[in-house]
């Protein structure tokens, strides 16, 4: 994913000469407006979100005005701008990274029109917001550590590689910290040889898997901080003729996180050994409820955390029923 400069000058000049109004105004059909503002819906994981945010906010017969800033921070504040200037009732923004979002909370705090942060907490505490985001680093320690118990069933010392995510992503530095901390408890059998950052990148996790794999041919033990970086993944292993289902001679015990459809048929064939879930329902259905709770007047915790799950070829059964991307996989729907 390519980066956008920040612009926060220029946000920054936009946001001292705004004259705002107050929120709160209806649509002509009467019901209440929420504005909705991706900064990407290049991954399955950002699309899944975008269908559950309209399903819940439709449910609650309100409706949902999206906007997506195509990687872009100045089009993503601009549209935060436009939501305030058609007075909706509630703003949901899942923003580009932690820093570009502060002026935008400020903007929607001057205007009194509640905010939620989706899967994104902001660097500073600069007005009143509430995040709801995956436990990131409980839910990568949990995979991790199950990866890990397999290694110690197997025996012996395995070689271990980490794909990192763009670490001005708070996300990406919970997933890496989690995995550190797995790592630890295991280190009589596991040795981390290969840390590839990627900036979520494909290229670029391609270039590293491929190196790293070039340079450690042993290694047996991968975890990917994003599901959406299986196919460099995949793609490596296959060159090096190291890509085998679970139980095979030569088999690469991997696992990931997220939960899309490319883990989710991973798991079903016996490739992929576990994936840490985000509950994505579970987030988009705590979104909405703040945003309209804080619209009410009531208390919201300023953080609510998605404590997600492990799914494996061990409870895959009961896994694809809370597993996201088990729905949206292809000729899955007949098996829910």
Request: aromatic share 6%; charged share 25%.
């Amino acid at each position: 994913m390519k980066r956008t400069p920040p612009g926060l000058p220029a946000i920054a000049l936009a946001l001292a000469s705004l004259a705002l109004p107050a929120g709160c105004a209806r649509e002509a059909d009467g019901r209440p407006l929420v504005g909705v503002s991706f900064d990407t819906l290049q991954t399955e994981y950002w699309v899944a979100s975008r269908d559950a945010m309209a399903a819940e906010i439709e449910a609650r017969g309100a409706r949902m005005l999206l906007a997506v800033a195509n990687n872009d921070a100045n089009r993503q504040f601009e549209q935060v701008n436009n939501f305030i200037a058609r007075g909706v009732d509630g703003i949901i923004i899942a923003p580009k990274d932690s820093q570009i979002v502060l002026p935008m909370i400020k903007l929607a705090s001057r205007a009194k029109i509640p905010i939620v942060l989706y899967n994104r907490p902001p660097a500073a505490d600069v007005g009143p917001c509430v995040t709801v985001v995956a436990d990131n680093f409980q839910i990568t320690r949990d995979t991790v550590a199950f990866l890990a118990e397999k290694a110690r069933a197997i025996g012996g010392k395995h070689r271990a590689m980490i794909l990192i995510g763009d670490l001005g992503d708070a996300n990406a530095i919970g997933r890496r910290d989690g995995f550190d901390a797995a790592i630890a408890a295991f280190s009589d059998v596991i040795e981390v040889v290969a840390r590839v950052p990627t900036e979520w990148n494909q290229e670029k996790a391609l270039a590293g898997v491929t190196n790293a794999l070039q340079a450690h041919p042993d290694i047996d033990f991968i975890f990917s901080s994003s599901d959406f970086l299986f196919p460099s993944v995949v793609s490596a292993l296959q060159q090096a003729g190291k890509y085998g289902k679970a139980g095979e001679p030569g088999h690469v015990l991997l696992a990931g996180f997220d939960g899309d459809a490319t883990a989710y048929r991973m798991l079903a064939d016996g490739h992929l050994d576990a994936d840490g879930v985000q509950d994505v329902a579970y987030e988009c259905r705590e979104s909405v409820r703040a945003v309209f709770d804080l619209g009410a007047g009531r208390d919201v915790p300023r953080v609510l955390r998605d404590p997600g799950f492990v799914a494996h070829q061990g409870n895959l059964d009961e896994a694809r029923r809370r597993m996201w991307g088990a729905k949206t996989a292809p000729g899955e729907g007949s098996r829910r």
